[in-house]
């Protein structure tokens, strides 16, 4: 008989431990001049412009006398100034009118393009494009021009259709200051979200929309149900983007401002910082309110910041 051998349970040798994948080193080291270029562009100026706000500058500074540490005072004094509340006021309330009056008519200008044939849609295009290349100078000389009290195009237009506006200076009266501002930035804002919006338009599956038409689905519905969900990652962008361009806008204000309209009644936070720096030599006060003007954007752009970082953990 053969003797069977009966042996007690194996025993396994214990796996190694995993090795660490070692990170790469060299990705890291070509950021760093990058990072290198930011700081200094972006964080020398800002620190310049934090110390200079607790500091008295003015003229004399400028030619050579040593500013004045004063600390908070310069915030003080901005802050405690109703007229700096007059212009905060304002200008939240341009940003946000403006911003959405762009998103909206940028939406539906690339819904137009979306919709209309090759030909036409090259035409939009086209004329979009020019828009936006325009030189700021250039297309405010245009503006300026057509809105012209005296000699101007809207007023002669009106004026034709029966309407009093002979003479009528659209510059003279706050509210209408800001609505020949509003359709001046919209104008040149739209082109950048109806191509954005365009360029999501593209994305979305015409098999999804024909299927969606098949089962019965209005045009509203198409659109809030799936056309908005596809680009509203698109639509949060170019909000925020809206929202900082137009809460930091100078150039129209300023040259609408040297067309006739009073200043006093008619400054944003951009106009006024020229102001209380360039017209007052109050550099100290200027550099403060450009802190908060920078404090007030992140603020105001932080809701749409969060939902961004929401859609992007998701």
Known sequence: MTAISHTGPTTQAPAPPPRRRRTPIAPYLLLVPT???LLLALGYPLVWQFWTSTQKFGLAQQFGRPPEFVGLANYTTLF??????????RSIAFCLVNAAVTVVVGVLVALLMNAVGTVTRLILQVAMLLAWAMPVIASMTVW???FDWHRGVVNWLLTQLGLDFTNHNWLEQPLSFYFVATVIVVWMSVPF???SVYAGLTRISEEVMEAAA???ASPAQRFFSITMPMI???LMIVAL??????LRVFAQIKMLQDAGAPTSSTDLLGTYIYRLGVGSSDFGMASALSIFVLVLTVALSFFYVMHLMKEEDA
Do not use: E, H, K, Y
Request: aromatic share 12%.
């Open 35 to 37: 990072i290198a270029v």
């Open 80 to 89: 405690t100034d109703p007229q700096t509340w007059a212009v905060v006021g």
């Open 144 to 146: 300026i021009w057509l």
């Open 193 to 195: 979200v109806a191509f």
């Open 214 to 216: 098949l089962d019965g």
């Open 232 to 234: 509203r990652p698109v």
């Open 241 to 246: 983007l809206q929202v900082i361009w137009d």
